[in-house]
């Protein structure tokens, strides 16, 4: 059974930086695209970034040019790196292979 537990969330001001982790269980990590989603109160799950197996990289537009994801296949484990954070990435993050797994979430808060 493949689990996904993220790790790296907090509270951050204004223009701060955040490496979020999400390390998953099981042999086929390096076979699937890996992704990361955030909801924030009220709203909808939504898609902030995905690699695929080979490197493919996609960004929703609030976040290219502050967040970059990476994965160490080695590791089995995927980044988020999020710099020059605002207010309103504040949020519930989660990480997916986007066949259906998902981890439990780890909070960020952007707050001065």
């Known amino acids: 059974q493949v689990q996904l537990v993220e790790s790296g969330g907090g509270l951050v001001q204004p223009g701060g930086s955040l490496r979020l982790s999400c390390v998953v269980s099981g042999r086929l990590f390096s076979f699937v695209t890996m992704g990361w989603y955030r909801q924030a109160p009220g709203k909808e799950r939504e898609l902030v970034a995905s690699?695929?197996?080979?490197?493919?990289?996609n960004y929703a537009d609030s976040v290219k040019g502050r967040f970059t994801i990476s994965r160490d296949n080695a590791k089995n484990t995927v980044y988020l790196q999020m710099n020059s954070l605002k207010a309103e990435d504040t949020a519930v993050y989660y990480c997916?292979?986007?066949?259906?797994?998902w981890g439990q979430g780890t909070q960020v808060t952007v707050s001065s």
């Open positions: 997916t292979n986007l066949i259906g797994t």
């Open positions: 690699m695929s197996r080979g490197g493919i990289v």
